[in-house]
């Protein structure tokens, strides 16, 4: 079905390789067209409730935008390349009303790690390397990396990372908060599959509304506080609410349907 992606569902989980190898897994236009169509489609498929990010062969996660398909654009044409990738790829996953996990599996450079820092969090295995190396090419990230990574391990680490262009290994990642766990690489997707599986058993709605109201967090034009408020809100007029609390009192497992 996609030239790029191989996909799979299997428990609920819906599995995302990028599927570049001989490329090191770098996002391409058509690779970015059709995650694009991916994550849509996720969104509103009722066999799926979590998702997992990888990128396929033992050496990359994603080793960024292809630099051979933007290397003779204009301003203009460079400005589009952001804009675009911003809304209909990376924005796109991390609104997402479901969790999606980074399972970085290797090099994870500048679009790729600004790919695995637009999911829920992150997993790496060991051998994984990440940095946002643009300045190395005379460009800034440009796929949300300036933002994303100054949000999760703070301005002056951000500064240096994107400065120095510098990678840093797994152990470093996990000691900033840019990853929540390292793991030996045949290990990576089990550990995923395990943080998964706990919220695979939590009611949908409310993971919705917990990961608009933390998104809210970092949105200057909204008030995370509000938005905080509504969705706790909302949440009270849902079957799944309803259900989390009669089973809480009569000492039994919540079975939630997403309603
Ligand atoms: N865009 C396009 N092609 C890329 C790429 C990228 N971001 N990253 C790797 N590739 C391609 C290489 O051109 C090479 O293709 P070829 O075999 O047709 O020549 C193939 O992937 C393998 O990469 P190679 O550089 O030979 O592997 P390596 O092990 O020597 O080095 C890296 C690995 C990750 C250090 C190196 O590929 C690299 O620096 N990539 C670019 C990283 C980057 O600047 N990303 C930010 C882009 S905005």
Same mark, same amino acid.
Request: with cysteine.
């Given at each position: &079905?996609?030239?790029?992606?191989?996909?799979?569902?299997?428990?609920? /989980?819906?599995? /995302?390789?990028?599927?570049?190898?001989?490329?090191?897994? #770098?996002?391409? $236009?058509?690779?970015?067209?059709? !995650?694009?169509?991916? +994550?849509?489609?996720?969104?509103?498929?009722?066999?799926?409730?979590?998702?997992? +990010?990888?990128?396929?062969?033992?050496?990359?996660?994603?080793?960024?935008?292809?630099?051979?398909?933007?290397?003779?654009? @204009?301003?203009?044409?460079?400005?589009? =390349?952001? %804009?675009?990738?911003?809304? @209909?790829?990376?924005? =796109?996953?991390?609104?997402?009303?479901?969790?999606?996990?980074?399972?970085?599996?290797?090099?994870?450079?500048? *679009?790729?790690?600004? !790919?695995? &820092?637009?999911?829920?969090?992150?997993?790496?295995?060991?051998?994984?390397?990440?940095?946002?190396?643009?300045?190395?090419? *005379?460009?800034?990230?440009?796929?949300?990396?300036?933002?994303? !990574? @100054?949000?999760?391990?703070?301005?002056?680490?951000?500064?240096?990372?994107?400065?120095? #262009?510098? &990678?840093?290994?797994?152990?470093?990642?996990?000691?900033?908060?840019?990853?929540?766990?390292?793991?030996?690489?045949?290990?990576? +997707?089990?550990?995923?599959?395990?943080? #998964?599986?706990? &919220?695979?058993?939590? %009611?949908?709605?409310? !993971? @919705?509304?917990? /990961?608009?109201?933390?998104?809210?967090?970092?949105?200057?034009? $909204?008030?995370?506080?509000?938005?905080? +408020?509504?969705?706790?809100?909302?949440?009270?007029?849902?079957?799944?609410?309803?259900? *989390?609390?009669?089973?809480?009192?009569? $000492?039994?497992?919540?079975?939630?349907? *997403?309603?």
């Amino acid at each position: &079905m996609y030239n790029n992606i191989k996909t799979e569902i299997n428990n609920r /989980i819906l599995y /995302i390789t990028i599927n570049r190898a001989t490329k090191l897994n #770098a996002l391409n $236009k058509e690779t970015l067209a059709e !995650l694009n169509a991916l +994550i849509k489609d996720f969104y509103n498929n009722p066999e799926a409730g979590v998702a997992i +990010i990888t990128g396929d062969g033992p050496k990359a996660f994603v080793a960024g935008a292809d630099i051979s398909e933007f290397a003779s654009f @204009s301003i203009e044409e460079g400005k589009q =390349l952001a %804009a675009t990738g911003h809304s @209909s790829v990376f924005d =796109l996953i991390e609104n997402s009303p479901k969790p999606i996990i980074a399972a970085v599996n290797g090099f994870a450079l500048g *679009g790729g790690l600004e !790919l695995a &820092m637009a999911c829920h969090f992150r997993v790496a295995s060991i051998n994984a390397k990440l940095g946002l190396p643009e300045v190395t090419l *005379g460009l800034i990230p440009g796929y949300g990396g300036t933002q994303r !990574l @100054s949000q999760l391990v703070g301005k002056a680490k951000a500064l240096e990372l994107i400065l120095t #262009a510098d &990678m840093i290994g797994a152990e470093d990642a996990l000691a900033l908060g840019l990853v929540n766990y390292i793991t030996s690489p045949d290990e990576l +997707i089990a550990k995923c599959e395990e943080l #998964a599986g706990k &919220m695979l058993t939590k %009611a949908p709605l409310a !993971l @919705s509304a917990a /990961i608009a109201a933390v998104n809210a967090s970092t949105k200057n034009e $909204k008030n995370g506080f509000e938005v905080e +408020i509504d969705e706790f809100g909302k949440l009270f007029g849902t079957e799944d609410f309803k259900e *989390g609390t009669q089973a809480f009192l009569e $000492k039994r497992k919540a079975n939630f349907t *997403g309603r």
